[in-house]
C-alpha cells in the first residue's frame, strides 16, 4: 500500500522557520495531488497547502505569502517550508495524497502520513 513518512517537525520560536519532508513509496508519486493539512487539539483537520500532479499550488488564506509547498517527483517527496511561524500555526501537521483529481477536502485523500508535530513559542 501507499505509505508516507514525515520528517521535520519541532519547536520553534515565532518568527522562526521549518521544512517539513514527506516520503512516499508505493504508489505513483507523480499522479498524486498531495497536500499538507494541520489539525491543533479539540480542532477540525484543515487543509494547509495542496500541489496537484502538474505543479499548481494553492493555500489557505492563513498561510499564504507565509507558507511554500513543493515536489521532487524524482525523490517522491513533497516538502512544506514555513516561514515567519506564529504561535497559531502549532498543530499536528500531516500529509496525504489523492488518487484523483479532488483536493479541496480532508475526505477527498485516500492516504495519510503519522503526523508530525509542530510548536511555535512566542
Known amino acids: 500500500q501507499v505509505q508516507l513518512v514525515e520528517s521535520g517537525g519541532g519547536l520553534v520560536q515565532a518568527g522562526g522557520s521549518l521544512r517539513l519532508s514527506c516520503a512516499a513509496s508505493?504508489?505513483?508519486?507523480?499522479?498524486?495531488?498531495m497536500g499538507w493539512f494541520r489539525q491543533a487539539p479539540g480542532k477540525q483537520r484543515e487543509l494547509v497547502a495542496v500541489?496537484?500532479?502538474?505543479?499548481?499550488?494553492n493555500y489557505a488564506d492563513s498561510v499564504k505569502g507565509r507558507f511554500t509547498i513543493s515536489r521532487d517527483n524524482a525523490k517522491n517527496t513533497v516538502y512544506l517550508i514555513m516561514n515567519s511561524l506564529k504561535p497559531e500555526d502549532t498543530a499536528v501537521y500531516y500529509c496525504?495524497?489523492?488518487?484523483?483529481?479532488?483536493?479541496?477536502?480532508?475526505?477527498?485523500?485516500?492516504?495519510w502520513g503519522q503526523g508530525t508535530q509542530v510548536t511555535v513559542s512566542s
Open positions: 496525504a495524497a489523492s488518487r484523483a483529481r479532488l483536493f479541496s477536502r480532508a475526505f477527498d485523500y485516500d492516504y
Open positions: 508505493g504508489g505513483t508519486f507523480s499522479s498524486y495531488a
Open positions: 500541489i496537484t500532479s502538474g505543479g499548481s499550488t
